[in-house]
């Protein structure tokens, strides 16, 4: 068996590998197991494979944008309280409510510093009752 047990999975979907890679780093050195997808449908894939236990979804990809990804991962019981975070490259004012209003359990305007990307995951995960 490859997981650790206790350790957090998280899944990336980030159609930019360096944006994929960066966030990757900031997670894996937090001490997180990281799964990553570059496309809406690979996301869904790999959700439904992979078991994660917190999303951080692109909003602007190809084939099936973060907002599609999430109106498809909601539809599934296992996936209706699970944290999904957006990362937008064009926070503008009232995306904040769009984006939470979608659904998603909160965001990040990118590029994100390593120190707030940390914080927002600790807080999401520990702030999800199992």
Do not use: H
Not at 42 to 62: K, S, T, V, Y
């Amino acid at each position: 068996m490859t997981e650790l047990a206790g350790k957090r999975r998280i899944l990336i979907a980030d159609d930019r590998a360096s944006s994929r890679e960066l966030l990757r780093l900031v997670l894996v050195r937090a001490g997180y197991d990281v799964i990553e997808a570059e496309d809406g449908l690979e996301a869904l894939e790999q959700a439904r494979a992979g078991n994660p236990d917190l999303i951080l979804l692109d909003l602007q990809m190809p084939r099936l944008d973060g907002y599609g990804t999430l109106a498809e991962l909601r539809r599934e019981e296992r996936f209706r309280t699970l944290p999904i975070l957006a990362l937008t490259a064009s926070a503008m004012r009232g995306d904040r409510e769009k984006i939470l209003a979608a659904g998603f359990t909160d965001y990040l305007s990118k590029p994100a510093g390593p120190e707030l990307v940390r914080e927002t995951v600790a807080k999401l995960l520990d702030g999800r009752s199992e």
